[in-house]
């Protein structure tokens, strides 16, 4: 019996912070980069970042500065985030492509870059939903990873078209090619565009359970285990005019988390929650 406990205290154990989102089964949307009418209806929808989140750089302090509205649901076989982002000034499209004194290799698409570095989301997933030391960071493959959605580049696109680009740790060659090899057979998706007359974006991301949510070596989520709890964590990245990030590493804007602490947000211990229902979202499932 203890045994048995101890097996179910570590199957609901994820980062410790504690915030928490529900994806429920709902239909599959289409990933152009527009939240249409309805189309995430059945999805869990949540909201930042001024107040909430946690910053890394200068606090948020006005919603029309930078404010998020996302959604999360699955269809059975793929996890499905959208954001749709208020942001008052888009880096690369409102203000030209500086780049920071700290790595004049910012914009190349290759392990020495900052595929964070612009406007951007960052979406982190600890499908084993556990951790060994309190500094463990995400592995890159399978079982933990953090990955980048830029606005303006990616490795689909290139320069000046937004979408998916390798996360961290991208020093690892390991994980480089993971990430390369699921972006570049699309076993995770991401559409990104600005919105009609500026003031902001929109990010539609994809995640296939197989091979993106690695429960355990060789096992991906499937509906069948049932509901499951993973940690999370988002990230949401701002680069305005140069001047604006005066005294922040880079001259980064803003760089707000769902979770963690402003040095610790990478670390899978700070990460939230993230629980896959195998329900269909309803008025009596969805959260308050």
Known sequence: MRWSLLVLAASLFAGDFPRSLEAFRGKTPTLDGVIG????????????????W????????????????GYVKHDGRRLYFAFDVVDDVLYGIDIPRWVPDENQKTHELT????????????????????????DENAAGNGQSWQMVCNLTKSRLGGIGKGGLLEGEPRRELSAWNNYQRWILEHSMDCAAKPK?????????????????????????????MGDRAMGL??????????????????????????????????????WGTLWIRTATFNKKNAPR
């Open 37 to 52: 009418k309805g189309e995430y209806a059945d999805a869990t929808k949540f909201t930042g970042v001024k107040g909430t």
């Open 54 to 69: 946690v910053s890394t750089f200068s606090p948020v302090t006005d919603d029309k500065d930078l404010s998020v509205t």
């Open 111 to 134: 392990r020495e870059g900052f595929p964070w570095f612009g406007d951007e989301m960052e979406l982190l997933i600890n499908a084993t939903n556990r951790y060994s030391t309190p």
């Open 196 to 224: 009609p007359g500026g003031k902001g974006y929109i990010i539609e991301w994809a995640v296939s359970f197989n091979p993106c949510l690695e429960v355990a070596p060789g096992t991906f989520y499937d509906t069948k």
């Open 233 to 270: 964590n988002i990230a949401l990245g701002d680069i305005d005019e140069k001047e604006r990030g005066q005294g922040n590493f880079a001259h980064f804007h803003h760089e707000d988390w769902f979770a963690g602490t402003p040095k610790g947000r990478t670390r899978l211990k700070e």
